[in-house]
């Protein structure tokens, strides 16, 4: 059977599972292939595996920033009726960093905080899907050697005009609780620190070949919102970092994508970012996708320009007295650009409707001497 | 207020009169369902680079993920 290198992506994810079975008659017409249904693509096993690299080039002076973190994430999706679904999510990093082992170990070694092999972090979420809402929560919890962390997530989707526009609204609450310890292996009593967000996206389409979605964020933060180990040069000696108890941040989002024809598209996206803390961002990113070998391969360069203005409190040396102070380089001003290279190898043989393997590289250049990297593999696979 | 900001009010404004334009009907959003088509299509490896990206911008973060910060900073 041979296939036309112009079917839609889609007829060939149906057309797939045939092949694999050794079927013989000719593909259907476009019109006559079913969309897999809301029940098989509901139960879904994920894992993503990734490794991050920094480089240290720059950054704070009296830090090495140097790190490497293999980070491992599993999510199953199971459906319990036709329209209810629960879900787990399962995260866990390895961290090899000097500046980090450094803090582990004094952390340890101090009594803060018991052993800690790195981060781990899981949540539950059940949802509800039909044909116009779509209702989620999630539960949450991770921990560190530097905190722990419990969240609740509830979201709502309501589709309108025939699919043509999409809202919704997500609500997000954490709860911190951050070990205060210090750069000089000192710790303080516990703080707390509290995170509400509230999320609003609106998805439409613009034409048979066009759609554009936008993403509002306000976000508050109250509590400790410092970084216990880091420091700073304050009247002459070191000295720990210290910012306001208060934070409100506010995000816009913007993407638009085009398909150029059936086998194509373009996708631009601007964020926009300013908090109180007088941290302004810019974010512009650029997308195209093409499919390879009759759809079963989808690639995805993607170009991504940041640049950020430093917090009002940042600086490289603060008077003894200075209220607030920060030489975190993140808090910092910079440009990075990002280049990476995403593919999809659509496989539903062995793994089933809905399966694909990913792949994900990229490089980072960063103003300020941090690049970074990062590969990152995956599966999904229906079940 | 910035003119990024003031660029994206603009589109927020227009974005509801290219939608009086056109409707396209369900049958005729096949192009859109494809998955190249969707915002967050691998919404995993979304969540791994939005990490990264919380742990090393300031100006993002707080609102993805777990945690104020992820890795307990800021």
Known sequence: MQLSAGLSPLVMLNLLPAMAIGATSDPPAIEQVQEPTDAELDDLFSLRTGLYRQIDHGGNP?????AAVYEGLVFIRVAVTAHNEISGRFLGDVISAASYDRFKDQAISSGATGYNPGHLAGALGWRYREQRWDLGVEGSYGQEFAYRTIGLTLSGHRSLWQGNSQIGLTLRGFNDQVRVL???????????????TADAQWTQILGRMTVANLDLTATRQDGFL??????VIAGGVEAEERTPS?????AATIRAKHALDDVQSLQGDYRA???????????LAVHWFRYLDAG???????????????????GDAFSADARYRTSDPDLDDFRSHTVSLAMTRFAPWPLGSGSAFTATLAGCY?????HMGWLILGVDAGF | MSRGVRLLLMLVIALPLFNGCTVVHITE?????QPDMRFDADPFTRSIIGHIEAAREGSIGGSDGEGAGGCGCN
Not at chain 1, 246 to 250: E, I, N, S, T, V
Not at chain 2, 29 to 33: G, K, N, S, V, W
């Open chain 1, 296 to 314: 079963r391969w989808l690639v995805e360069p993607q170009y991504r320009f940041c640049i950020q203005d430093a917090t009002s409190f940042s």
């Open chain 1, 246 to 250: 208060q934070r409100f941040r506010y």
């Open chain 1, 226 to 231: 410092a970084t216990s180990f880091n420091s």
């Open chain 1, 366 to 370: 960063r103003s300020d001497g941090l």
């Open chain 1, 182 to 196: 210090r750069f000089d292996g000192s710790h303080e009593p516990d703080e707390h620190r509290r995170t509400l």
């Open chain 1, 62 to 66: 009296r830090v090495d920033e140097d």
């Open chain 1, 273 to 283: 970012y300013t908090d109180t803390w007088e941290i302004h961002s810019h974010t």
């Open chain 2, 29 to 33: 959003q096949h192009r859109l369902r």
